[in-house]
T-cell receptor
């Protein structure tokens, strides 16, 4: 069956531009997570959705970062006024909830010039 | 806050050698514990998990036991293969089901 799909797979943009990253979770998965993987910091939690609501946004590094999820399915992570330190691989995961396994997408590699 | 510390790599082993990758955690309460693996060119995938003290997770010949007294979840395999070459991440989970990851350990197995 289809796994978690993320797009684009690679994104190169100039400092100061806005970017949108998309995640299409596994059908029927109610929980959705965004993580960031960078060389210096390893894997960091960003935000968690249960359905369309985000009970935990504690990992978002600044107010330039926002995310939404619509229809209990697709989620978009938006980074405004990108900075070079935003360069990383952004990973999305989904699960059926609770401590059921989180299934990860292949990520979006974001490079800020 | 919660944190996970795992041994730094890279680790290079000969085929059929014994593998241990150490992992310790700090957390409030009793987290669930996981090992994830990332094979070259692939995404993260769950290798095994344990949800309470003294539980043993196992998969593909890998094992890890949840030790509350030492706050550890060390990954072991008795005989590694070239196909086990990957980056291994230890993770803990609590609260809102977010995962806290260690920095990863790169394993290379040579024939």
């Amino acid at each position: 069956g289809a796994g978690v799909s993320q797009s684009p797979s690679n994104k190169v943009t100039e400092k100061g531009k806005d970017v949108e990253l998309r995640c299409d979770p596994i059908s029927g998965h109610t929980a959705l997570y965004w993580y960031r993987q960078s060389l210096g910091q390893g894997l960091e939690f960003l935000i968690y959705f249960q359905g369309n609501s985000a009970p935990d946004k504690s990992g978002l590094p600044s107010d330039r970062f926002s995310a939404e999820r619509t229809g209990g399915s697709v989620s978009t992570l938006t980074i405004q006024r990108t900075q070079q330190e935003d360069s990383a691989v952004y990973l999305c995961a989904s699960s059926t909830g609770g401590w059921e396994p989180q299934h990860f997408g292949d990520g979006t590699r974001l490079s800020i010039l | 806050g919660d944190s996970v510390t795992q041994m730094e790599g890279p680790v290079t082993l000969s085929e059929e050698a014994f593998l241990t990758i150490n992992c310790t955690y700090t957390a409030t309460g009793y987290p669930s514990l996981f090992w994830y693996v990332q094979y070259p060119g692939e995404g993260l995938q769950l290798l095994l998990k344990a949800t309470k003290a003294d539980d043993k997770g196992s998969n593909k010949g890998f094992e890890a036991t949840y030790r509350k007294e030492t706050t550890s979840f060390h990954l072991e395999k008795g005989s590694v293969q070239v196909s086990d070459s990957a980056v291994y991440f230890c993770a803990s989970g609590a609260g809102s089901y977010q995962l806290t990851f260690g920095k990863g350990t790169k394993l290379s197995v040579i024939p």
